[in-house]
């Protein structure tokens, strides 16, 4: 059992640090001119053990964009788990906890999100190879969301699936949409994000709240 957790953690650290080289090099390069082998130099990793993990680059890029938004909401949760009442102070925090996160990652890897639509749109040959791996990523981020809710007392009030293929249409966007027309559109797609989500009756929203 021992043995078997040490070396889960060792391909955990492996898929991590892949994950890191490949967000770099994505940045510098864009998702068309990067290549396996500099995501595999980036990584100190031979490019044999790239594909261990994932068996092409648009699997890839696409298991960076799902840590990501997992990252984002887990920082939701733990927001709304830890407050009595969900209002205002509690939306600009977690928008503040979004902003700061799309930051730290990076308006390039937001535009790259674009990139890749567009990659898939020209190439429908990529397009159909990677179609199950993308039904899988939005599958799992919408059971992902849902045991997030669970933990909470919450549920969506949209099918999961609805609600995680919402959520990768619109994060690049508002990433983008923020940097470029200086405009912070962090707080209100939030909004419209928690107008799908049905939390429990000791939590209110922000009109609630308003009107009480």
């Not at 939701?76 to 600009?92: N, Q």
């Not at 419209?192 to 429990?200: F, W």
């Amino acid at each position: 059992m021992v043995e078997r957790w040490t070396r889960e953690r060792r391909l955990e650290r492996t898929r991590a640090l892949l994950l890191d080289a490949a967000q770099e090099v994505f940045a510098e390069k864009g998702f068309t001119a990067a290549t396996i082998d500099d995501i595999a130099s980036a990584a100190g990793y031979t490019k044999g053990a790239v594909y261990k993990h994932f068996t092409t680059k648009e699997e890839l890029f696409l298991a960076l964009s799902d840590r990501f938004w997992r990252r984002y909401f887990d920082t939701f949760t733990e927001v709304l788990s830890a407050a009595g009442e969900v209002g205002a102070r509690e939306l600009d925090e977690i928008a503040r906890r979004w902003r700061d996160l799309s930051r730290d990652r990076g308006a390039e890897h937001a535009a790259l999100g674009h990139e890749f639509t567009l990659y898939l749109i020209r190439n429908p040959e990529a397009r159909a190879r990677v179609e199950a791996k993308r039904t899988e990523v939005a599958e799992e981020l919408g059971k992902f969301v849902t045991e997030g809710l669970d933990r909470i007392g919450g549920a969506l009030s949209v099918p999961p699936l609805t609600f995680a293929h919402a959520l990768i249409a619109t994060s690049d966007s508002v990433v983008l949409g923020s940097e470029l027309v200086d405009i912070d559109l962090y707080r209100p797609v939030l909004e419209m994000y928690m107008s799908a989500i049905k939390l429990p009756t000791t939590q209110t929203t922000p009109d609630d709240a308003a009107g009480s």
